[in-house]
């Protein structure tokens, strides 16, 4: 018998889960369920997604894995100290927060990651072993999160900190060369891990992080041969997002963009990650290559920096320079700063996406839900960067499925 | 016969003659047919736009009208001093520059200007006059502008500075009753008379500015009686324009904007205009009313600062402070600063809408010309603020002329 | 015999007693007494300072006068939802918050802020007699506060919102006129009244606040005439920090400031009074008379905005945009985003001007107290604006005093 | 017999002398004798700095040497078009830019500067012969230039593009060393050899870039020998200078500043020159260093980013993000962005010190010149970086000055 439509218990798994982003989001759940909040960021929770058949947000069962030993409370109380969650959250969520520590594992580490402080042994233990036995572990771990919660269906979710940057490999560019290499027991990225267990156990994979993951042509060949749907890559949250937003006005305009700096500062574990160069270097190409899409100049002047700045803590800060050429030659500017919580932001998304995910394995959809491109900054499918011709592509998708509905 | 689709000599005729935005457009113009300068800022110049039947540059000849005694070259002087137009320009630019000098008439002044230095004494002796009388005189310098240069056709623009704002009348209701009032000599606004002159002489009209122009039913009313094509109000060129690609960024989202301050100086004769409240009004309602629009709040606390600067002279720079709500009450903020030439941004806008303004002549459209949404802050014809939707209009409209003319 | 030169008990008297200033520096001096603060903020916290005779911040008692009814709780429920006070804090602060409220008495209201919310009612009754019936209900109540804590001297600090301008009157140019009119009964606004008060007393008077208070020439003679130290006006906490810091370099570059534009936004109590224009008109003066001074231009183009913004609560933001001239006539910009909690700024300088008052006291100084200039938008003894020239005089006044000390 | 108190022809010779801020010194200088120009920005010409006897700016005769060959002109078109420079000016100096222009003469070459584009030949030849060969052919054309010009006295200045970092090394550390290393034919940074032939032929030396210069003990210690006044390092212009302004502010209202991260972007020479990561090492080492000292802070989270943006041209951008900690541990910021033309900035500085220099040496002074601080990043005397106690120094000097001339 197919699966129920519309799950009454779909699982979410998140890999990175006593990070930021998913404390935000265990937090937020119990919030939303007692009333407490708004769903606001949640656009799935406005029209026309209300009118979709999306899994209900009761029926949200959350698990994951993480590869550090600090429970959840102490990233919770961060996260009042800066501002983000309040008190009375965290009351109310406290009951949703214990189920959900209980079904954390340690998930395993990338090589790159080796040596950041507060280690889990056991995820440190099984990163030092061969990739099929990673795979294995990891995929024990969903099986038995579905059979303990007696759950429809599980989401995969990667919210983890960025992992270093990898050249491309020859590998990775079918699926039989990787079944190979991780046959031959040949040493992966910890992302391509996670995303292989996924994908091979059935479930619908979304990359929210700049890692590779799903998004090499090997485990989208996987995806599309086990008919699973998965999305990625890095969430755009913040910065890009507004750039994405901008871009297309002086395209629009027939304005020239002579230069257009960007600087990010963060404090959180994230941007102690990206201080280290090999990290950033994945997120910094996703960041201009938005860029010089939208403004047709492959020789734009641009750059990104990203600094750690530990006092700002999750509070993502941005200033833009955008040095531009008008009629006449006159030179003007727009500069803009942005300032926002990474981890508020990036959470309801994933709740979007997770509902997308889930409604796309339902329906039967396969492969890189290029309807979702709106929610990344490389979207695995390709397609412009513009982020109002995203959307309208995710409102045409959502009344395409409500037209259909209604004729059903 | 027809009058030919695509005009040798067209006449674009420019209230507010000698002011920024029309010197602007003369040694923009002259620059653009020296090959001095690249076609920066104007949209039409580029794909689908190109592939329009739309008036060649060189064809333009200019004229218009003024209530001002400077010359142009002392507006000229000006811009050079202020790092707009160098002095390359206004060398290959003086021959066209005194050719368009010889075809300024003095125009009629708006009761609330007079006394604003400066002023032309038959432009003042015309506005004492009865309005059918001014609405004569204004249609007589169209006409012997035509014959004298040749024309084929004649678009009206107006780029003269804000008039106070006036309440709604009752007089401008209906054609009807706007004629009766003209008969009875009841004064008008200047704008109003410039607009109904333009249209009776079956010119196409374009209101650049706040004024009212022919945006009152009761000349809605004529352009469609005479099948006149025409498009207002106020050229969307700064701070409003931003704020119309960046609002629905907020609404995709679903991130709930708390407050949204604007902060707008300027140092050019239209800022000396706008520091008197009368005519600040027109404006500022013009700006709140789009940001209302685009969150969906009708409560959206909102302010819009209007502060003349003068050692800014043409640079208008404004600040915008966001403050928003995403996921888990977090509050967060976006603020930008933009810096560009006012005259700069809106010269290129006029070539583009002079251009539309004949061809939709030429095609035999009449009325409002939606599909020019996206150049004004205030569209005649309504419909959404949002600049990106606006632009997907317009960009649909060129292809649906492509179409018709790959068809035909 | 002398009062004694260290006090055991300092007796703080707060108008404005249940307000956000008030509020933090209860809690704040909680934090300070337990451990859980540094004296961040608090300047007479370090050196030279420390080494003066300054009261011990474990002696000082405080209470104060209110027209609110909202108790103390409810201020400081809003000051943890706004995230600048901590539940720590909050739970450290409970018992010194119960003692204070108990000290709490209901003040006089002033004429312009009958109608604003919350009123305390025998706060309305009081303001409704004649002044010197006023003046003896808030004298009984400094008395009582005296006695019933047994404390040696007693500082008045008003750190109440801003109350409405009015123009200088006759009454108020000497202490014969200003007594003659309260016996025949003339209303005063409130602020006179609780400086009389204090002053009478033989309290010393902080006049935190843009209100008149002691700055009239009647209770500056009243203050001489009982050997009374006072100081004030309006607290420079923000926005004109940071103008009295820049704007000097200016003047020591020989820069030619061209126009100094500052947009100040703010969302709490005091914000809401100033929205009202009779009570921004006393703010607004004095921001831009400092800026004259310093710049040395009294044609200055300056403009100071004070907006309203409920979103931002107790968190100031301003805007300030400074166009400047260098060599050559080149035209050039300083722009500065400050975000600051005022309720955090002032809630230190209100403890470092209690001690100073005090030590002043006890040292026998009279009337102005000028070496606190650099605490205030409008000192009352005059002299220069510029920040780090009335930091300099404040060194030099503690210099002065350890040496005496040393010497004696 | 003594030379003259004040000269009637002093000379100043740049090093740099093709450059943008020698580029401006001479129109600037034009537009001031011919009355186009206000002194803005030149501190002298201002009092108490006119009641000194400095140097009259007619007196001053410019010579130089450069290192590359495009000729003013060139220069000084660009400044036009980036509108720095006026026609006006263009016009006005071109008989004094003539005369400039057959008074340079080729430098020296910096090794690390080898390859940058444009270079003199003659240039590049000098720089590859020994130490003392070419201290020799620059001590001889300084000797040239005060024979043929018939001048009193001459002032050198160092203007020129930052030369590559080098480490300390022993040879630095003594005149003795010094010499024996320049006899040994070891190759020296070429800041280092324009320094030594100023100084030994008796020049004041003024270093306005962050190269070495006259800074290193051994030309510390010549000076000395030789009686002459020299001062450095690297001119304070802009965001360094708004830095030491704004720093003390935190420390005089005892605020915790938790980051301060500056961004500086700048698209002439010398960003092209710092684009490269020898030379960003010294300047940014110099705006390190400023705000560790102002705050007390050794572990100061601080960071300084310099880019290079070629379409910025000399308008020097920057964005300074101060994140700080109030009373209670409210977490507050500061941010400014600075628009300035670093070589305008510069140039009148340049005109203070050569008026400066010439008199300290009339008066007999010797060595570093510790008055001069807040003209400095890097004041070779060291001292405080605030530049309001720089400027209090400086204005102290010249009192006591005056005084003496008074007294005289």
Redesign the interface.
């Known amino acids: 018998m197919a699966p129920p439509h519309n799950p009454r218990r779909l699982g979410v798994w998140l890999i990175g889960a006593r990070g930021s982003i998913s404390t935000?989001l265990v937090?937020?759940l119990a919030?939303l369920r007692e009333g407490l909040?708004?769903?606001?960021?949640?656009?799935t929770?406005?029209d026309p997604f209300t009118r979709m058949r999306l899994v209900d947000l009761d029926a949200l069962v959350l698990g994951g894995h993480d590869v550090c030993q600090r429970d959840l409370s102490h990233s919770a109380g961060e996260l009042v100290?800066h501002?983000?969650?309040?008190?009375d959250?965290i009351v109310a969520g406290s009951g949703l927060a214990a189920e959900y520590e209980k079904a954390i594992r340690p998930g395993t580490l990338d090589d790159s990651d080796v040596g950041f402080a507060d280690l889990d042994s056991r995820a440190a233990r099984l990163s030092s072993r061969p990739p099929r036995d990673q795979i294995a572990a990891l995929t024990a771990d969903l099986a038995d999160f579905k059979r303990d919660h007696k759950l429809d269906r599980v989401v995969v979710v990667n919210v983890a900190s960025t992992e270093a940057f990898r050249g491309q490999r020859d590998e990775w560019e079918s699926l039989v060369a990787f079944e190979a290499a991780l046959d031959a027991g040949k040493s992966q990225p910890a992302s391509l891990l996670y995303a292989y267990a996924a994908i091979a156990a059935g479930s619908p994979y979304v990359n929210f992080t700049p890692s590779r993951g799903a998004s090499i042509p090997a485990l989208r060949e996987l995806a599309r041969e086990r008919r699973v749907p998965h999305c990625g890559n890095d969430g755009k949250t913040g910065e890009t997002?507004?750039k994405t937003?901008?871009a297309?006005?002086f395209t629009?305009?027939?304005?020239?963009v002579?230069?257009w700096?960007g600087?990010n500062?963060l404090g959180n574990r994230d941007g102690a990650v990206l201080a280290d160069s090999a990290h950033k270097e994945t997120k910094v190409r996703n960041k201009n290559e938005a860029l010089r899409q939208l403004l047709g100049d492959e020789n734009l002047?641009t750059?990104v920096?990203i600094?750690y700045?530990?006092?700002?803590q999750d509070w993502k800060?941005a200033?833009d320079?955008i040095?531009f050429?008008?009629?006449?030659?006159?030179?003007?500017?727009?500069?803009?700063?942005?300032?926002?919580?990474d981890s508020?932001?990036a959470?309801?998304l994933v709740i979007d996406l997770v509902r997308l995910a889930d409604l796309a394995q339902a329906r039967g959809e396969v492969g890189e839900m290029p309807h979702t491109a709106?929610f990344f900054k490389a979207p695995i499918g390709g397609g412009t960067h513009?982020?109002?011709?995203q959307?309208l592509a995710l409102l045409a998708y959502a009344e395409r499925h409500n037209s259909a509905r209604h004729r059903a």
């Open positions: 935000c937090y937020g919030g909040l708004e769903p606001t960021g949640i656009i929770a406005k100290r501002g983000i969650l309040s008190s959250l997002l507004v937003v901008l297309p006005l629009a305009r027939a304005l020239k002579l230069s700096q600087y500062m002047h750059h920096g600094d700045v530990p006092s700002l800060t200033w320079y040095h050429e008008g009629f006449l030659g006159a030179k003007m500017s727009l500069q803009f700063t942005w300032t926002g919580s508020a932001l959470a309801p709106a513009d982020f109002h011709a959307f």
